[in-house]
């Protein structure tokens, strides 16, 4: 019974060493994959950083671009959309009178319940309609050249 036991324990010696050998490559697999994902997400990065730099640069040169008609467009549809925050104004480069409107909306709309961001509201819906129905050479004369900040 002796050989039996020593037989026995020579085939678990083996059977831990082939578990072993195969833990080890196990882990040199895993280790292989890993540097593989950690390159790839470091291409991946890269790539997200110079997307978003090539994003950030064409948008600023969109915005610094808009002139004209650009502005007409712009000025307009957020003077009827958002005309009650006097955004129209800023986009002018009216800082001033954007921010008579935005505050006075936001003080006019505890004071009077409302009723007084409408006014400013129908005076931004009005300007927006003015702005959209200027030609374009009269709307650069008059706002962006002649700097006429109200109607």
Do not use: R
């Not at 036991?5 to 833990?23: C, I, P, R, V, Y």
């Not at 008059?142 to 900040?149: A, C, D, F, H, S």
């Amino acid at each position: 019974m002796s050989d039996d036991n020593k037989n026995l324990g020579d085939d678990l010696n083996d059977m831990l060493g082939d578990a072993k050998e195969g833990a080890k490559k196990a882990a040199d697999k895993a280790s292989e994959f890993a540097g593989e994902a950690k390159e790839k997400a470091s291409d991946f990065a890269e790539d997200a950083k110079e997307t978003a730099s090539e994003f950030a640069d064409s948008a600023k040169e969109a915005f610094s671009s808009a002139t004209g008609d650009n502005k007409k467009v712009l000025a307009g549809i957020l003077g009827i959309l958002l005309g009650w925050a006097g955004v129209h104004k800023f986009v002018l480069g009216y800082s001033k009178e954007g921010a008579i409107m935005l505050v006075s909306s936001i003080v006019l709309y505890f004071v009077t319940c409302g009723i007084g961001t409408l006014v400013v509201s129908i005076i931004g819906l009005v300007e927006g309609i003015i702005y959209l129905t200027k030609s374009d050479e009269e709307f650069y004369n008059t706002y962006q050249v002649g700097k006429k900040p109200w109607f």
